[in-house]
């Protein structure tokens, strides 16, 4: 004898409304103001500042004199979760070029602290442009890859096609006419509407 069961399945859904919480802002190094930091930190006497017998104490002294100079002449963002999220790497990404992308960027914070050191700038020269053969050459061979398997599938060529063309939709910073950069959005919003409101008649 067979017994027939009905199964019953109930569907829940749920909507979670939470606030938008911003993550901790990071400093933007490359468009930071280090002759100012330098003559901060040259200002500073260090005798006085640091003569505690308390190696701890003197290193927080240190530090929080180095951290008030970069809140200063550091411009700093942050990043929402979900920017954070949607940020993904190239698909020809690997970890030569992830390698030499970390290197670049210390070698480029080092150039900033030392601008005459021609040791420094070479080394930093020599990196961009490896750095650049090899996403170069990654990319051609991820493309190659591509094509190569889009023979038996098409739509892989025209799905890597579509990702290319994806362009940025948020503006995350701008340099208003003093040469400052700003970050914060609602100064974003109030200077492209003084552009873009530039020239027009005046309503009466």
């Known amino acids: 004898m067979l017994h027939f069961l009905s199964f019953h399945i109930l569907h829940l859904t749920f909507r979670l409304n939470c606030p938008f919480i911003p993550t901790d802002s990071k400093p933007c190094w490359k468009n930071g103001n280090y002759e100012q930091l330098s003559s901060l930190l040259k200002s500073i006497n260090w005798k006085s500042s640091i003569n505690n017998p308390v190696i701890d104490v003197n290193y927080e002294a240190l530090l929080s004199a180095y951290n008030s100079g970069v809140s200063k002449f550091v411009p700093s963002y942050s990043n929402s979760p979900v920017s954070i999220a949607n940020k993904q790497s190239p698909k020809w990404f690997n970890k030569t070029l992830k390698k030499l992308t970390h290197l670049k960027y210390k070698l480029f914070i080092c150039t900033r602290i030392h601008p005459v050191n021609s040791d420094i700038n070479d080394q930093y020269r020599t990196v961009c442009l490896q750095l650049k053969k090899s996403l170069r050459q990654a990319r051609l061979k991820y493309e190659l890859n591509i094509i190569s398997l889009s023979k038996h599938n ?37 200077m492209l509407n003084d552009h873009l409101a530039f020239g027009k008649p005046k309503p009466r």
């Not at 799905?159 to 100064?187: A, F």
């Open 154 to 190: 098409p739509k892989l060529i025209y799905s890597y096609v579509k990702s290319q063309r994806k362009l940025p939709s948020q503006i995350r910073s701008l340099i208003d006419p003093q040469g400052n950069t700003i970050t914060d959005m609602p100064k974003i919003v109030n």
